[in-house]
């Protein structure tokens, strides 16, 4: 049997993804439904699979939107008194 090579790209069963995620099987074909994971419906009879790497570009998504998120927290709670100056609207 041949190797695989880095361009074939490697199939995962809903429920291994599920389970990398702590997350339902029916999370998962929602997932994929919504574009935010590649999968295709394979095999006799059709079973769902989703592509390794878009596992790996999903969890880089949420990642950066996380990331993201913490900023905009942060900067939510910025003192304004020490952005703006200790005296309200900037009187002395």
Known sequence: MPEASDATPRFLAPAQVA?????EVDEVIALVHEGRLRGSQLGSPPRWRIEESSLADYLSAQSEEARRMALWRQAQEASFPEVWGTTPYGRD
């Open 19 to 23: 389970e990398l995620l702590s997350i």
